[in-house]
């Protein structure tokens, strides 16, 4: 049986690239990967190379809309899992 997979217009991107991220949080490539080392920006949801990598933009947008409380939230996360 073949699925069919529909895209809906209306609905925001799922995943942002780095030239997405970069202006929407007036950060350098540097800053960004320096806060995802240190655990307080999302890490990539998808990999396929050095050169294709993005990130969940519910998550991002999480992020953009309350970074403290995200990283505090990771945190907790952490927390519990240790």
């Excluded at 991107?13 to 999302?42: E, V, W």
């Amino acid at each position: 049986m073949i699925e069919k997979i529909t895209h809906d217009s209306n609905c925001s991107a799922s995943l942002y690239a780095l030239p997405d991220l970069l202006p929407k949080g007036n950060f350098s490539k540097s800053h960004l990967y320096n806060l995802m080392a240190r655990n307080c920006f999302p890490k990539p949801t998808l990999v396929l190379g050095p050169r294709f990598t993005r990130w969940s933009a519910e998550e991002c947008d999480k992020w953009f809309a309350n970074p403290t409380g995200w990283i505090e939230a990771q945190k907790a996360n952490e927390a519990k899992g240790s």
